[in-house]
């Protein structure tokens, strides 16, 4: 086993569970759930069958996860939040057949004690804010808050609120990547979208990455080059395990 497995938590038979992953105090994962590598299942967690998470996931403590959700890579879900999976439910009415998904694309924050109704997929980057109630799709790098949940404003990778200025670029004052909303929809300008994740977030090289991620990188480490992050030109694929 190359994962840890808390001794309170129940793994069902057939379930899969990435290296890496840590599956912490009365966590249950059903038969049939599909937990990428370096995830965290926090205590009193809940992964149905025929969930989907992606690599380096984290679910914090009383967040149950149901049937047909998938959640991409580097998602955060925080302290109890909800994610349903019928929009009308009655205790004398099995609706097991109507069961709608949620999907949480690469890089999502959902804030403690926020709620997803399903049938809505939450952008790239979006950020919901702790205690929002979701009833619709939220775009990628989106910050929404409330109940109902309401654009608030634009957010970047590394979950900072970004302004415009005056032509309309906003810079994270973390990282220095440039955004810029075109045709309404928020584009981070010096990195591909597909980046799985910005190499200065997680240096492992020995995994198992495919020529179109490798090209990502190489793009970051351009980027960084010209913006002073580093101070010598990087050859991505040099780095990598054969």
């Not at 709620?115 to 799709?137: E, K, L, P």
């Not at 928020?186 to 799985?196: F, I, K, N, Q």
């Not at 490798?214 to 580093?230: C, P, R, V, Y």
């Amino acid at each position: 086993m190359n994962f840890y497995q808390h001794p309170t938590a129940v793994i069902d038979p057939g379930a899969s569970i990435g290296a890496g992953s840590k599956v912490w105090h009365f966590a249950h994962v059903c038969s049939g759930a599909e937990i990428g590598k370096d995830c965290i299942l926090g205590q009193n967690t809940f992964i149905a069958d025929n969930v989907r998470l992606g690599d380096h996931v984290k679910v914090q403590n009383n967040v149950s996860i149901y049937a047909g959700t998938i959640v991409e890579d580097d998602v955060f879900l925080g302290p109890s939040a909800v994610l349903t999976n019928v929009t009308n439910p009655r205790s004398q009415i099995n609706r097991h057949a109507l069961y709608e998904s949620i999907l949480l694309r690469r890089g999502a924050t959902v804030g403690a004690n926020a709620t997803i109704v399903c049938g809505v997929t939450i952008g790239r980057y979006a950020f919901i804010a702790a205690g929002s109630t979701v009833t619709r799709d939220v775009p990628d790098y989106a910050l929404v808050a409330g109940c109902p949940a309401r654009f608030s404003g634009w957010m970047s990778r590394h979950g900072h609120r970004m302004e415009p200025d005056s032509s309309g670029l906003m810079t994270c004052p973390e990282s220095g990547l440039r955004y810029r909303v075109i045709d309404g929809h928020c584009r981070c300008l010096d990195l591909d979208e597909e980046a799985v994740r910005e190499m200065y977030d997680y240096y492992d090289f020995s995994l198992d990455i495919s020529e179109d991620d490798i090209d990502g990188f190489q793009k970051t480490a351009d980027f960084m080059l010209e913006s002073g992050m580093i101070d010598e030109a990087l050859d991505v694929n040099s780095l990598f395990i054969k």
